[in-house]
C-alpha cells in the first residue's frame, strides 16, 4: 500500500514505496523479496537486488535505451566514489567549453548528480514518457548502478565506453551505513550496523551482491578503476581516464596545471565546501549535503569488530580474489 504523501514527502522519490503500476507490474510481483533499507523492499531481478521503483526503471531503461558508439557509461556500486567521478569525467570532458576552473564553471553551482544523470533515477523514471536524449552533446556520459549483465544490450553491443569503479566493500558498507540512515525519515528509527552488515554480507543491498564486480567484462572498451588507487594517485589516473576517453591532455595543458585545476575543482574539499552542496536537493529528492560525508579510505576500521572483519574477508577471498580483486 502507498503511503500518505506527508510520510513519503521525507523519503527521495526513488526510495518511497509505491503501489506497482503498467507493463511491468506482472514481472515484479513474481520475483524474490526481501526487506528494504528504506521504506520498500528489495526485489531480486537477474540475480541483483534492486527496490521497487528503481527496478520498474531499470526495466524501461533496459528495454528503451540506445547506445551510441560515443556513448560513455560510468558503472559504480553505490557508495563507491561516484560522486567523484562524476565530477572528474564531467570536468575532463567540459576542459575547453570551461577553461577557467575559477569562474563560471557548472560544478562550481550545480551537484555532480545534477550534470552527470543516472539511467535508473533520472532518465527512465516515467514509463509513459521516455527522455529525449538526442539534443545531448556528443560524447553523452550517463552513470549507473546496475551490474555489467543488467546493462541494456545495446550498451554491450556497442562501442561505447564504460568506466567502472569499485571501492573496498568495508568502507563501501560503511559509507552505506551512514547514507542510509540519513534518508530514513524522522519518524523511522535509525539502522543499526549489525542489521546492515548481515543483509550486505548475504548479498542483500542495493544493486547488491557486492561481488558482482566479479561479472565485469574486461574489454578495451571497459576501464577497471579502485577508488583506494585513485585517492593514491589521482593526477595518474586522471590522465589514464582522460586517455581513454579520447580526450588526453596536451603537454601544453599539463605544463599550464589544468591536470591539478581539475583535481582541486573536484576534490572532497572544494566540492563540499561549495554552497550548493550544503543547501539543496538533486533531482531524486536527496539532500546536496549527503553526498559529502569524508571520504576517506580505511574509515571501517573505527566500527568494525574483528568478527566482522573476518567474516568479509572470507567472502572477499572467495568470491573476488580469483579475478584479481583484493582489498
Not at 556513448?71 to 575547453?96: C, E, Q, Y
Not at 556528443?138 to 548502478?145: A, D, G, I
Not at 539502522?191 to 542495493?206: H, I, N, T
Request: hydrophobic residues 35%.
Amino acid at each position: 500500500m502507498a503511503k500518505s504523501s506527508d510520510e513519503n514527502s521525507e523519503v527521495p522519490i526513488y526510495l518511497q514505496e509505491i503501489d506497482l503500476t503498467g507493463e511491468y507490474k506482472e514481472l515484479i510481483s513474481t520475483l524474490p523479496l526481501e526487506k528494504g533499507w528504506i521504506k520498500m523492499p528489495f526485489h531480486q531481478y537477474q540475480g541483483c537486488w534492486i527496490g521497487t521503483t528503481t527496478l520498474q526503471n531499470v526495466l524501461s531503461c533496459q528495454q528503451h535505451f540506445q547506445a551510441l558508439d560515443t556513448d560513455i557509461l560510468l558503472v559504480t556500486s553505490p557508495k563507491s566514489g561516484t560522486t567523484w567521478l562524476k565530477a572528474l569525467t564531467f570536468a575532463l570532458l567540459n576542459r575547453k567549453k570551461y577553461s577557467n576552473v575559477h569562474l563560471n564553471h557548472p560544478l562550481l553551482i550545480s551537484n555532480p548528480h545534477d550534470l552527470v544523470p543516472f539511467f535508473e533515477h533520472d532518465l527512465y523514471i516515467n514509463k509513459d514518457i521516455l527522455p529525449n536524449l538526442n539534443s545531448l552533446s556528443h560524447p553523452r556520459l550517463f552513470s549507473t548502478h546496475l551490474p555489467y549483465h543488467l546493462l541494456p544490450k545495446s550498451v554491450k553491443e556497442s562501442r561505447c565506453k564504460i568506466v567502472y569503479l569499485c571501492r573496498d566493500p568495508k568502507d563501501n558498507l560503511v559509507s552505506f551505513w551512514h547514507f542510509i540512515n540519513k534518508l530514513r525519515s524522522q519518524s523511522m528509527e535509525k539502522l543499526a550496523l549489525d542489521e546492515l552488515f548481515e543483509s550486505f554480507c548475504r548479498g542483500v543491498s542495493p544493486f547488491g551482491p557486492f561481488w558482482k564486480e566479479s561479472l565485469m567484462e574486461r574489454s578495451n572498451k571497459v576501464m577497471f578503476l579502485r577508488y583506494e588507487e585513485m585517492k593514491k594517485k589521482p593526477d595518474f589516473y586522471l590522465k589514464k581516464l582522460a586517455e581513454f576517453m579520447e580526450c588526453p591532455f596536451s603537454k601544453e595543458e599539463e605544463s599550464k596545471g589544468v591536470i591539478d585545476d581539475i583535481l582541486n575543482l573536484c576534490s572532497f574539499e572544494k566540492l563540499s565546501g561549495l554552497e550548493v552542496n550544503k543547501i539543496g536537493k538533486v533531482g531524486t529528492g536527496v539532500e546536496n549535503k549527503y553526498f559529502f560525508r569524508r571520504g576517506q579510505v580505511g574509515d571501517w576500521k573505527n566500527l568494525f569488530t574483528t568478527e566482522m572483519i573476518k567474516q568479509i574477508d572470507i567472502i572477499i577471498e572467495k568470491e573476488l580474489v580469483e579475478y584479481g580483486l583484493s582489498f
